[in-house]
């Protein structure tokens, strides 16, 4: 077991983190709204983390201070969600495609802006972040209870008034409106909320990483999130959560079966690095197929009477 844990550590602690992004996704789709903004968040709270760990809280020798950590973490939140305030009320009165569209021109700025600022080290990116732990595992200090933190704040939103607002603005606006909900209020919280935890992530990630740079937003990993909410379930947080987890881990397992003696070269060369062209079929035969996703309300009803 302590063999496998130290061979998978990394895998592990990155597949919490996918289901961690998965549900910074899901909060704006609880209100209708398709919003690929997450990994633009999710870029600015490691460079946040990054430039602070290297630049300003320079500790020498010995892991880095596991309160620091949690310091910059709150930062990015921070950050990014006043950013998510400014970004989400202009561009949340766009719906639909509009909105995608708006939100992956935001990932794409800010992805622009890294790549030209000195601060942010350019194209090479910032290197050396120094660590809080020994192993990769041992990440899972903190973002299993993130995972867990942000679970059952979930589970409690779907349940209380906040949360009934955005099931009746994604399922029809007008009507909310009618009933005297304010629609752009609820739905930039959700925006808000699905950026403070984007960047909390990030600030983590980076640290985990022990590098950051502009490849971590972009436009790729927006497919890579929006499949694992779309095949993972759209109208309950456990879809995001088990989704986040299985495509996280997907592109190793395609290496696993990539290595496998006597498979076709051009079978091999596709499974190692067709990945994209993977997920969006997924996606196709996921919103046909599955338009709620795998994990629905009405399933886990079913399993908890049995």
């Known amino acids: 077991m302590a063999e496998f844990l130290a061979t998978y550590g990394f895998l592990i602690v990155s597949m919490v983190l996918g289901a961690l992004l998965g549900l910074s996704l899901y909060l704006p789709l609880m209100t209708g709204q398709l919003s690929l903004a997450s990994p633009g968040f ?48 202009p561009a949340l009165r766009l719906r639909g495609i509009y909105l995608a569209i708006a939100t992956i021109a935001f990932v794409e700025i800010l992805r622009i802006l890294a790549l030209n600022l000195d601060l942010t080290g350019g194209a090479v990116g910032i290197f050396g972040i120094p660590q809080p732990f020994q192993t990769p595992l041992e990440y899972l200090w903190i973002a299993l209870p993130l995972l867990i933190l942000s679970m059952v704040i979930l589970y409690r939103l779907e349940r209380i008034r906040v949360g009934r607002a955005f099931t009746a603005i994604r399922e029809d606006e007008l009507a909310a409106g009618a009933m005297g909900i304010d629609p752009t209020y609820y739905k930039v919280l959700a925006f808000t909320l699905g950026a403070i935890l984007a960047g909390v992530v990030g600030s983590l990630s980076a640290h985990f ?98």
């Open 209 to 306: 990483l022990n590098t950051w740079n502009a490849r971590q937003g972009t436009f790729d990993a927006s497919i890579v999130y929006l499949t694992s909410v779309l095949i993972g379930g759209t109208r309950t947080f456990v879809g995001p959560v088990l989704g986040g987890m299985v495509f996280t881990a997907l592109p190793e397992v395609l290496r696993a079966i990539a290595d496998t003696a006597g498979l076709p070269l051009w079978l091999a060369q596709f499974l190692r690095d067709g990945r994209l062209i993977i997920f969006g079929l997924l996606i196709v035969l996921g919103t046909i197929f599955f338009p709620q996703g795998l994990m629905t309300p009405d399933l886990l009803k079913r399993q908890r009477d049995k």
């Open 42 to 89: 999710y870029a600015l709270g490691g460079y946040i983390a990054a430039i602070l760990s290297t630049q300003v809280f320079k500790v020498s020798g010995g892991l880095f201070p596991l309160g620091l950590v949690l310091l910059e973490m709150l930062i990015a939140g921070v950050v990014s969600g006043i950013l998510g305030v400014l970004v989400g009320i």
